[in-house]
DNA sequence: GTTCGACCGAAAAACCAATTTGGTCGATTA
DNA sequence: TAATCGACCAAATTGGTTTTTCGGTCGAAC
């Protein structure tokens, strides 16, 4: 299945992919046109003709990025059959994929002060997404009897925040093996609580 | 008990005191060592008698309101007799300490991007203290049969990412009556689960 | 439909003079 | 000895100008 010149080298992909690795390489500000333009062999005017902005070149990457991960997460957990194992599902696939964006964001930390407010609509929708995902999870584990949640709004909104604050010092920085087992942990705190019964 | 000349009224105080202000107002780079002199009713020079520099000056702000909040949450923790309630003391003590400090953080939210890197030690060392904090009632409570944690280190951790992920959307943003009982709804998550039993 | 050379305007960088400012020192006071 | 400060310095910052870079447009050519 790989005779044929494979759909996907169209020239925009081609663009993406150029502008992805010096993107990667150098950050957002201090990539120029004139770059992404060489690396894809095209002159820079050409460029435009498949994307109206630097911008726009950098929104598609990440959004592509962003659905791939997305995918990758819906196919984990409609693999599973309970809540509870979605649950878990939805937080390894997440740990993953996040893993694989490092690259990106690497380059982009010492520019993700700056006001590039771009970046943050992008996180934002993400966010959303994500707590949505979550909170469709929490909403048919409550309905199965399987969950007893108060406020799913708030858990769900919860959840999706310490996660995120969990990824940086648990896996940025502690990029081992055992880092699988402590969100292990982690779920059975929040499935099952601290309280001794 | 006030008849006397209070015996903070030491000229390391009154400089503190006169410099927190402007730090404030200004913020770190935009506060001059005359400024801070001057409202202490000082020569620029005999500050450097009390500081051995202005990142001198801020540190031991900055220690200072920490020591403070330390204090308050011990004491608020003290007050209580079981784990699960110290560690709803801890968790509300510490949200309405957070907000006290508002003020400087907000002067310096602009500045926080740039390198000062004593502010992350500030940070650090009093992050190790707080998972120190938290270890020690959660330790406390599974020796009392009260609580049953599989790994308390991570445990201990993992609240305390927690709670300073949810800091900012829930406490800053969200600044009304409300929040405490949303950080409740949270503390029965972590107590009971979400589990239905 | 695609590619590109030439060009534009705004933003950034480079440069420089003038000023500010963190910090030192020695003398003075008490 | 402890505390205060005026005078001073070197380094950083500021303000303003010039030069260069760079994102983006346009029209021609294929």
Redesign the interface.
Known sequence: METTIDIKDDVSEIILNSAKTIFARYGFKKTTMDEIAQAARKGKSSIYHYFKSKEDIFKAIVEKEADELSAAIAKAINAETTS?KKIRAYVLARMKGINNLTNLYSALKDEY?EHYSFIENVRVKYDTEEVNTIKGI?KT?VED???????IN??A??LV??L???EY?LFIKNNNAKTEK?FE??L??????????
């Open positions: 509870e002060l929490l584990g009897g399987e969950f007893k949640i108060e406020d708030l858990t909104f919860a925040t310490a995120k604050g969990l010092p402590r942990g982690l059975n705190v929040l499935f099952y609580g601290i309280i001794a019964r």
